[in-house]
Each structure stands twice: as structure tokens, then as C-alpha cells.
């Protein structure tokens, strides 16, 4: 049975990746970052031993010899003062640090995947034409530490995958590397470890919306790229279990979604918030500043992306679970 090291394994994404490699045969031992929240984890997989929770990498040293890491712990969030001690430091030091410590200790290791992001890739806010895995954010170290905190954040992301490329080039490690890029990530909360003050930072807009803190919004036609939860977990597994994944990046998308396409979704599954809902009127065409092709990872990985409607579905479905 192969052996994966899982960091972060109560974060929104590393849960679902944490379901999808038990429910594939995987033995998994995870990091998270509570002792509650590692207790959580073991009442819904009564298989799980606790000696397969670790509360730091410590277990990536001592544990058993593992075939595969996926490490996933990387917040995605704008809550923060200092840009490079809270933000900058950290993302990149967690990242190399669990690059060193795999070739130094395990040995085993065959592959490493990454959780990266869109952030990554993107131009924001002069965006290139086409979006995929060639393109790469040009932000600066100097722009990343001034006031704006999401240069602060894409900085983050691509300071941290740009350094596990240059270990892997430089060091020369028993195992390959690859890279998911994400969007905006929706979809159902794993309800165990949730509640509404703890969501991700994008599906707190789907419950924004659904509580009425959207009602008076004036811009049906903003938009950005999505992808569901699941579809990205499946991503990073995938990549372990397809040999050709190895030394790729991953730029997972399903499409655009809308402000009023989001109230649509929400009002056709849920009508029982639709009083909460923004009032567009008429239904405006959306003009998208760019394109993208995600099309690598449905060829190399078989992902086949969830709608929209679906996603936001579910969403609000696991919403009402924690309090909604």
C-alpha cells in the first residue's frame, strides 16, 4: 500500500484531498493543526490510527517510508500586517522546508506535489491573452512587500512554487516534482472541520451572497476563474498515481463564474434565500478580459470539471449543515 505524507490535512482542499487518497488504498499520515481538530479527523475515519496525525513535519522524519508528499499548507488569506514576515517568509520557507527535509530523511519519496495557485500564473491586473501553464505572475519581491495585499499574496504563491522549482533543478533530489494552480476554489465544506466564521476565502462569497451581504450589488458582470474542491483534491492524487505528471504544473480551471451567475445558481437550487439575493434585472453579457486552457490537466490527469450550478449547489447544501 503506498505511503503519502499529507500537510495541512484540515485545511478545505488537504480534506478532501485527505477523503479521496483513503477512499484510492492510500496509507496517509497527515499534519493538521490542532489537537480538536485532529480529533475531528479520527471520529470520521474510525480506520485512521492517531499515530497517523502529526501536529508538525516531525512525523516526515520518524514516520514510515514514505512514496509520495503532498503538501497542501499554504492559507490563502489577507488577514495580515507585516507582508513579509506573515506572508512572503513563511509560504516560501514551508515549502522548501518540507523540500529539504523529504531529500535529507526520505529518501523513499518518488514524488512531490504542491498546491500552488492561479496567483502564480496571473498578470493582474494587466492580464496576458492566454492563461496556462507557461505563464508566470512577473511580480517582484520589491512590489509583493508594498501596501496592496493581494500583490502581497500572488507574490507569496509565486515566490513559494519558483523556489521548489529551483530546489528540484538544483538540488537533484531522489524525487520529482508537480504543481496544481487553482483559482478561486468552491464548493462543500467538509462539515466536521467547519463553520461559517472559518470558511476559505472564496467560499465566503458564496455565503455572502446567501445571507444578503450582497443584495444592493451593482456588478452583475464582475467575474474570475473557478474550480471545485473536489476536482482540485482529485488533481493533486491524480498526480501521483499518473507517472507523466511528474515535472508539471497543473492549471486546473472549469471556467468563469459571475456575480449574477452565482445568484443564479443560488436562486434555482436554493430559492429559499432568494429574497437575499442582488435584483439585476435583465441578464448582462459578461466581456472577459482574457482566456485561458486548462486543457493538461483533462488530457494528463483525466479531471473532468463539475459545473458551476453544481458546485454552488453543493455549496450552499454543506452551508446549511454548519449554520447557514
Known amino acids: 500500500m503506498p505511503k503519502v505524507f499529507l500537510t495541512g490535512g484540515s485545511g478545505f482542499i488537504a480534506a478532501h484531498v485527505l477523503n479521496i487518497l483513503l477512499e484510492h488504498g492510500f496509507e496517509v499520515v497527515t499534519t493538521v493543526r490542532s ?3 485532529g480529533n475531528k479527523i479520527l471520529e470520521a475515519y474510525p480506520k485512521l490510527s492517531r499515530e497517523q496525525l502529526s501536529y508538525d513535519c516531525t512525523a516526515l522524519k520518524s514516520g514510515p517510508a514514505f512514496d509520495y508528499v503532498i503538501h ?6 489577507y488577514n495580515f500586517t507585516d507582508p513579509v514576515a506573515e506572508v512572503l517568509e513563511p509560504a516560501v520557507k514551508g515549502t522548501t522546508g518540507i523540500l529539504k527535509a523529504t531529500k535529507a530523511y526520505v529518501p523513499s519519496v ?5 498546491t500552488s495557485s492561479f496567483a502564480a500564473i496571473t498578470h493582474a491586473p ?4 492566454l492563461y496556462d501553464e507557461s505563464v508566470w505572475n512577473p511580480v517582484t519581491w520589491e512590489e509583493a512587500t508594498k ?3 493581494f500583490t502581497t499574496y500572488r507574490g507569496s504563491k509565486t515566490f513559494a512554487e519558483k523556489a521548489a522549482w529551483d530546489f528540484v533543478k538544483n538540488e537533484k533530489p531522489n524525487f520529482d516534482l508537480a504543481t496544481i494552480n487553482p483559482p478561486f476554489v468552491f464548493g462543500p465544506v467538509i462539515g466536521y472541520l467547519n463553520s461559517l466564521d472559518s470558511l476559505n476565502t472564496s467560499n465566503e462569497k458564496i455565503r455572502d451572497f446567501a445571507q444578503g451581504k450582497y443584495k444592493q ?3 452583475p458582470t464582475e467575474n474570475s476563474l473557478w474550480v471545485d474542491v473536489r476536482d482540485v483534491a482529485l488533481a493533486h492524487v491524480k498526480a501521483i498515481e499518473v507517472a507523466e505528471a511528474g515535472g508539471q504544473r497543473f492549471f486546473t480551471v472549469e471556467g468563469f463564474f459571475s456575480h449574477q451567475g452565482l445568484a443564479e445558481a443560488i436562486r434555482e437550487t436554493h430559492p429559499k434565500y432568494a429574497s437575499n439575493l442582488p ?3 435583465s441578464k448582462k ?3 472577459y478580459l482574457f482566456d485561458f486552457d486548462a486543457s493538461k490537466s483533462v488530457k494528463v490527469l483525466g479531471i473532468k470539471y463539475r459545473s458551476f450550478k453544481e458546485s454552488a449547489s453543493d455549496t450552499i447544501t454543506s452551508l446549511i449543515k454548519v449554520g447557514l
Do not use: C, L
Not at 497542501?72 to 488569506?77: G, I, K, L
Not at 494587466?126 to 491573452?129: E, G, L, R, T, W
Open 72 to 77: 497542501t499548507a499554504s492559507p490563502f488569506h
Open 279 to 281: 435584483e439585476y434585472g
Open 35 to 37: 489537537q480538536q481538530k
Open 110 to 114: 518518488k514524488r512531490v506535489v504542491i
Open 126 to 129: 494587466n492580464h496576458v491573452k
Open 217 to 219: 450589488d451593482t456588478n
Open 147 to 149: 501596501d496592496n495585499k
Open 285 to 287: 453579457e459578461i466581456t
